[in-house]
């Protein structure tokens, strides 16, 4: 049996019950809209009769008689005014529109139970503190009021306090570091932990705000930050530290976010920087993107003491001088460095001293990264070596007029191995990862105005430039792109700022450019050298002089007249430079041609000579350079260029004079 097919309004009704729920609800927000000031109205209405009627409800009964005797006068009277029962429903509709207005929930006056509760047990604890036994009106006592000690508290929606505002009497000693200190881990412990707060003291007025402080942005990646030549961006802070904002891309989002600039530079009062900090900590990352900002106006050169090959994508990039990993390339590096201070020091003295300006090269900045360098110390000393840290003293002492940068990241453990050139003038200071209260108060030189937690994300700490305060320091998230955890955005970010590689690929060679004197090649062997031959007056005078002048360039090559030669030659054969296969070989370098046997181009096997050898190149010819007797065949001449044999233009027959061979060469030519 055949089925029969749903009708239409079934087969598709869910998709039309649908548009129509659409279709009445947008009616019935439209209506709400007309109708809102009647609705508000109604409900006024029936607000004022609720009241009306609890107020008869309340009312005594022996009351009631005369509240409606006053009632029903209130009526009489309003009916016999002129325009009273307008007015009088006028009256009632605000009234009505007042009472049926929509009202937010009113905050409470007070703490709840469970937060007046966190109040009283935080006011005890601070009562061993600020209670003394001969106070004759304490304000801290067992059993006291704790809202005279807390003039000013809130909580978050966890219950927890967020802000609070704590009196204490001012016999309190304030002034040290240690009260302080127990003062501020009692409320980080009582307000809650994990958190970090804040803490401002007024000695003035004897009060304590504490404050809790919002995580930092982790999510920040390495991007070109808005500032000028001279600024470094280490990190971001809180908005209450600093009077700056930066604006940058978070996600696919941009805001303002306050952060810490390092100036470097002639002017700056901290020319170079320290980092500590725990292994995966982030102080890789700090120097990674510190060199990625100093590419865009200057020089950096880069010394890898971990040899985890953290800074690989920076290696052969425009402006990246060296990346060193070995003792004996960072100690030539170290060196270079030190020179170059003094070159600079040197040549901006003699401009100044001439009032000139100084030279561009002096303006470029030089960045020298170190990561951890106490690694090579320990080298240095078991090879016998100087060690590389005796080589910053130089850049450190005089980098500032030389706009030379000395940034040292190394891990907290090796404080006490750095020389201390490196811990006397570095005095911009970051400290990253977990860390007690003396280790920072040592590395920075003050305790950070904040609590300590334990667990850290990496790049996060702390920051302080010189006397200035002490800032909480989150680094951008700068990793190897080479590494194959990181994420794929953030390896595009980091990529997307390397500059542009300046070593040729592998395999691929620069073309060569043509010279006349390749430096691989021999010079040719100065006759200023060789006794100066005197002419042989016993020699004919037609085999002196040849008819035709030779060419320049044997004269060049030769700096002596052919004739002088010929009859020196004739009276006493000079050695042969050139020497044959079964001698000595000839020089590689220069002659591309060098190891095949010079052919003897001067007389054939039946005694005719033979034509005369065209030049290797054609835009120079080989001119002949005469003929002797046939006694005394011409030595071999000097070869001016390795990459061309030089054919031997020794004996020529007797009865052929010198005179007719040039003109013979000329025309070949």
Not at 159 to 178: H, K, N, S
Not at 208 to 228: E, H
Not at 412 to 432: F, G, K
Request: net charge negative; aromatic share 4%; glycine share 8%.
């Amino acid at each position: 049996m055949a089925r029969r097919p749903l009708p239409r309004i079934l087969s598709n009704g869910s998709a039309q019950l649908a548009r129509s729920r659409e279709l009445a609800r947008t009616a019935a927000d439209s209506a709400t809209d007309v109708l809102h000031p009647l609705i508000t109205i109604t409900r006024g209405l029936r607000r004022l009769a609720a009241a009306g009627r609890r107020r008869w409800t309340e009312t005594p009964k022996e009351r009631r008689g005369a509240l409606l005797f006053l009632v029903a006068s209130v009526v009489l009277v309003v009916a016999l005014v002129p325009y009273g029962p307008l007015l009088a429903a006028i009256t009632l509709m605000a009234a009505a529109a007042w009472q049926g207005r929509e009202r937010s929930a009113a905050a409470p006056d007070g703490p709840d139970e469970s937060q007046t509760q966190r109040l009283k047990s935080l006011y005890e604890a601070l009562v061993p503190y600020f209670s003394a036994a001969d106070d004759p009106e304490p304000l801290y006592s067992h059993g006291g009021a704790w809202d005279k000690a807390f003039p000013t508290y809130a909580f978050d929606g966890g219950g927890r306090i967020a802000q609070l505002v704590v009196r204490y009497p001012a016999y309190f000693t304030d002034g040290e570091a240690e009260a302080r200190a127990r003062i501020e881990h009692l409320l980080a412990a009582k307000s809650g932990r994990g958190r970090e707060y804040h803490f401002t003291w007024d000695e003035e007025g004897n009060q304590l705000t504490v404050g809790v402080l919002l995580p930092l942005p982790v999510d920040i990646a390495a991007q070109r930050f808005v500032t000028t030549p001279g600024e470094t961006v280490l990190g971001f802070t809180d908005p209450t530290r600093v009077q700056r904002t930066l604006p940058v891309t978070y996600g696919e989002q941009q805001r303002d976010v306050p952060p810490v600039v390092w100036r470097t530079g002639l002017r700056s009062t901290e020319p170079h920087l320290l980092a500590l900090g725990q292994p995966g900590s982030g102080t890789s990352t700090l120097l990674r993107s510190i060199a990625l900002q100093a590419l865009q106006h200057g020089n950096v050169v880069i010394v890898d003491g971990g040899g985890t090959g953290e800074y690989a994508c920076l290696t052969g990039r425009d402006g990246v001088l060296a990346v060193e990993a070995g003792l004996a390339g960072v100690t030539a590096c170290l060196e270079w460095a030190a020179t170059e201070t003094e070159r600079r020091l040197i040549a901006a003295n003699r401009a100044h001293q001439a009032g000139d300006p100084p030279p561009a090269d002096t303006k470029r900045p030089l960045w020298i990264l170190l990561d951890r360098p106490t690694a090579f110390t320990h080298l240095a000393a078991a090879d016998g070596r100087k060690d590389p840290q005796s080589l910053l003293q130089v850049p450190l002492r005089h980098g500032r007029p030389a706009n030379v940068t000395v940034v040292v990241a190394d891990q907290l453990d090796s404080v006490d191995a750095l020389s201390d050139p490196v811990r006397q003038h570095t005095r911009a200071r970051v400290v990253l990862g977990p860390a007690t209260a003396e280790q920072l108060a040592t590395v920075l030189g003050a305790p950070p105005p904040t609590t300590l937690i334990d667990e850290l994300p990496p790049g996060r700490g702390y920051a302080r430039l010189g006397t200035g305060p002490v800032h909480r320091l989150q680094v951008p998230a700068t990793p190897n792109p080479y590494d194959d955890a990181t994420p794929d955005a953030l390896c595009e970010a980091v990529l997307a700022l390397l500059p542009l590689r300046t070593d040729p690929a592998d395999g691929e060679t620069i073309p060569e450019q043509e010279q006349d004197w390749p430096e691989s090649e021999p010079d040719p062997v100065p006759t200023e050298a060789e006794p100066e031959p005197e002419p042989n007056p016993t020699k004919p005078p037609e085999s002196q002089t040849p008819e035709e002048p030779l060419p320049k360039r044997v004269l060049v090559l030769t700096k002596e007249p052919v004739p002088a030669r010929a009859a020196a030659r004739a009276e006493e054969p000079a050695p042969d430079p050139v020497a044959t296969p079964a001698e000595e070989p000839l020089p590689e370098p220069g002659a591309a041609r060098a190891k095949e046997p010079v052919p003897d181009q001067g007389v054939s096997p039946a005694g005719e000579p033979l034509p005369k050898p065209v030049a290797a190149r054609g835009k120079d010819p080989v001119p002949d350079q005469g003929a002797t007797p046939a006694e005394e065949p011409l030595p071999k001449p000097v070869a001016a260029r390795g990459k061309d044999p030089v054919p031997d233009q020794g004996a020529t027959p007797a009865e052929e004079p010198v005179s007719d061979q040039v003109p013979a060469l000329a025309k070949e030519t």
